[in-house]
């Protein structure tokens, strides 16, 4: 119904009370048909006392009252369980469907005692339609909680049980030693490496990654040109030509080191979180990103223009020790 089809029923007055909700009170307002004001805006706090006071005065006006409270999570479940429990006709509705009725004004003025009147209009307007609440059954959730509670298995307080958990333990922390000891000792050799502090002090390559980079690509010299360590990594777009037809952009070869181009996916994700807006790897990823190419094509870009630096910077210190 309409906004204009406010009526009385059966030639009995009717009363829809808004109730806007909120943590421990609530804003009430009584409206009749034609926009006639029963009970101003007031506030209740959600306690036995309040709750017992405004039951009495809602049982005492003249005609039938019904409750309109929009569903608010958690806090509108105990007054529409008390006035359910009390014989009220009480409806609670989607919160959306109240926010777009009646925004008809220039002022989008947002207030409880506003929402409470909007919602004992909402009511009026659909009073024949106004679902009502149902609390849920406790017993049936209590069953289904018994009843999953019977699925889980628990070990059992036993000697054995026991001892299993203490193994499964030491087994953990002599893991963690001994990956510990590796990753010391990987470190070790990384450094011992020329290339070593070239490397590390490249942004997004830390004391994990830069052993693992140098360990995929080995002594970068052993590649004649970017183009082949790029190409070693399986991130490069090799040409495409048959007859007249030559396409120069396709899809990364994924061929080769697949290590490597975990190692490099890593970086760039180190790169894209933390660098400053001056890192050429970081600009070339923002251009691309800007461009609207997917999450995985400008990253594995940024990743063959990353191993192309990566290249030159690398050949030119190890070609300068030579020197």
Known sequence: MGSGCKFCIGGMNVNCVGIDGSKGKSMIA???????????????????????????????????PRIVMEATGN???????????????????NAMIVHGYGNNSLRRAKTDKKDAIKLANYGLDHWLALPRYIPEDQDTALDICASACGHFSVMPKSDTAKL??????SQLRATSISLTALRNEIQSLAASLPEYPIVMRMFGVGPALGPQLMAEIGDVRRFHSKKALVAFAGIDAPLYQSG????????????????????????????????????????????KCAEGKPYRVYMMASANKFLRICYATVKQYLDSLEA
């Open 30 to 64: 009584v409206m009749r048909p034609l926009g006639e004001m029963v009970i101003p805006p007031f506030e209740v706090g959600h306690t036995d006392a309040e709750l017992c006071e405004l039951s009495r005065r809602l049982g005492d006006l003249d005609g039938e």
């Open 75 to 93: 806090y509108h479940l105990p007054v529409a369980c008390f006035f359910c429990d009390s014989g009220f006709y009480v409806s609670v509705v």
């Open 164 to 169: 299993l958990v203490e193994q499964a333990v």
């Open 244 to 287: 007249q037809m030559e396409i120069r952009s396709r899809r990364s070869s994924k061929r080769r080191s697949s290590a490597l181009r975990r190692t490099l996916f890593l970086v760039m994700s180190v790169i894209l979180q933390r660098s400053s807006a001056d890192n050429p790897v970081y600009q070339f990823m923002d251009k």
